[in-house]
């Protein structure tokens, strides 16, 4: 298993909303190329086209210790005939507050949702 890494659209937000934890990766220019690097940064260091990429559970407990914000997913298996599962979605919630049905098939992975609600939530910030 591994930890994913928020996407480049999440690590601008967080950056904006001042999240400076040290990271091992960074997202953005460096040394002319445009990507994801492996190296360790302080998004207070970093320029205006570097981003630290911390992983989503970095970020997710950040949210909760700084600004007391709760970010998690829930698997919602959606079964057939005979309890055959035909296939699992996931409800994002924010503080308890739902902010997916669980019926629309929107995210058929953890990590896929986690990261729609680690954005949604340092947009609420």
């Keep these: 298993m591994k930890d994913e ?7 601008i937000l967080a950056k904006e909303k001042e999240f400076n934890n040290g990271c091992g990766f960074l997202w953005g220019e460096y040394d002319g190329y445009e ?14 086209k570097q981003f630290s990429a911390p992983t989503q559970s970095l970020l997710q407990c950040w949210l909760r210790e700084i600004y007391d914000i709760q970010v998690y997913a829930y ?6 005939k005979n309890n055959v599962s035909k296939h699992k979605d996931y ?21 896929q949702a986690l990261e729609i609600g680690l954005q949604v939530a340092l947009e609420r910030i």
């Design 5 to 11: 890494l928020i996407t480049k659209e999440t690590a």
């Design 75 to 80: 698997s919602n298996t959606i079964y057939i």
């Design 35 to 48: 990507g994801l690097h492996w190296m360790d940064n302080f998004n207070q260091f970093n320029n205006d």
């Design 91 to 111: 409800v994002v919630y924010i503080n308890g507050e739902a902010i997916n049905d669980a019926r629309d098939g929107e995210f058929r992975t953890y990590e």
